[in-house]
């Protein structure tokens, strides 16, 4: 934003607007300042010196002269008002002028502007951005990237609760085709503040001499315009609403949500999961639209992270590897070890990232949910052991088999916490839970699961191996 210099219009050398301009401005010819035949000499027009004219006027003639300006001199001059005086200006602007005004402004001043005014005034004025310039203002606004405020939509129905039913109903089959949906109408105060939403066919069946107050039932459900984009898809599905109202920190309604949308964010929310899990950086385009190089990148450095976690494991087989030349029969079991704790720690991630993602499970319930995989680590590893003892015992001798029993529990046990926790932990940095599913819970299962093995064996069998 700009800022006047009141000493400006002091010094000598000051600009004066052009002579027979500042006659047309005193003698209040409108018409002819905004005649097409009347050439306004942008290249010596300060903006400052403008500003200084239309203070000096009423603010019904400031309006009239700010419309004769040449509409690149006019957003200028605009973003060096300030307060009460743009306000006004605003007001009595028309809807076109307005909406032409804020095409020109640069967009650090439309910014600007849209962040001081009050929030009636900010939707409003949104509802007259085409969609590039709305995009740029919702990002520009300061709201976060996967924020609900980027998703809403201006273009909305609202009515005032001391409005009879029958003027709501004539608003709407006025306002309706300007919609993104007709099935809902908000109700709102004088100040735009939101009171409650109204499906459109209670108003149809009400009483049109009703009051729109009297069909109120004060149970709207509403968005921060802040909130993530997450958080419109888990309330539409639980109160299953076809739109929801987003609001500002003053509980001004400045756009609404509707399914359509929601369900794109499903989609994409979705898609980044699978990728997610499959250890692939999420891709913003459809698979055939990617090209090669894209994906190579979204999937090597993933791959080369995973190589180096699982020579973790290598290290742990290198450092056993007298225990294996004393007993061959161990090496059988190292791929049913590995494979089982890789797969019961991606069985317990899989499930808490989308009982996260859902709701289900509250960030602040980790305790309770690490109780739960604790007890279901000992009986899945109690039931494996069981089996994999039988076949030790059939491979090995009872020695191999009660380590296969031992290490069976205490890995689907730790592996399992392992599965339970990551998420959280995640969450917790403000990071994808999804990371912890799949190949990076797998590869550190892996390293647990033999570093636990190979230590239950030299503790079983020190005889042995000795």
Sequence with gaps: MHATDPARRDRPDAFVLPADITALIRDRQWTKLASPRLVWPHEELAAPEVVDALLELAPHDRVLLFRALPKEVAAEVFSYLEGDTRDGLLKRLTDTETRQLLSELNPDDRTHLLQELPGRVTQRLLNLLDPADLSEARELLGYPEDSVGRLMTPDYLAVRPDWTVGQALDHVRRRGRESETANVVYVVDDRWRLLDDLPLRRLVLADPGQRVADTMDHTVVRLDAHADREEAVRTMQRYDRVALPV????????????????????????????????????????????????????????????????????????????????????????????????????????????????????????????????????????????????????????????????????????????????????????????????????????????VIYFSFAVWVLGPAIG
């Design 247 to 450: 609001v500002d920190s003053t509980g001004v309604l400045v756009g609404i949500v509707t399914i359509d949308d929601v369900f794109d964010v499903a989609q994409e929310e979705a898609t980044e999961d699978f990728h997610l899990s499959g250890a692939i950086v999420p891709l913003r385009t459809s698979y055939w639209e990617t090209t090669k190089a894209v994906l190579y990148r979204a999937r090597i450095g993933w791959l080369a992270g995973l190589v180096l976690v699982n020579l973790v494991s290598s290290g742990v087989i290198a450092a056993f590897e007298e225990v294996l030349q004393a007993v061959v029969a161990l090496a059988f079991f190292i791929p049913l070890i590995i494979d089982t704790g890789g797969n019961a720690g991606s069985q317990s991630a899989t499930m808490m990232i989308r009982a996260l993602s859902t709701g289900d499970v509250k960030p602040d319930q980790w305790l309770r949910a690490v109780g739960r995989e604790l007890v279901l680590g000992v009986a899945i590893g109690a039931t494996l052991g069981a089996l994999g003892m039988l076949l030790g015992i059939f491979r090995g001798g009872f020695e191999v088999g009660l380590v296969v029993l031992l290490t069976m529990v205490t890995m689907l046990v730790i592996t399992n916490l392992v599965g339970v926790s990551l998420p959280f932990l995640l969450n917790r940095l403000r990071l994808d839970p999804a990371i912890a599913s799949g190949p990076l819970i797998t590869s550190i299962a892996d390293a647990l699961g033999l």
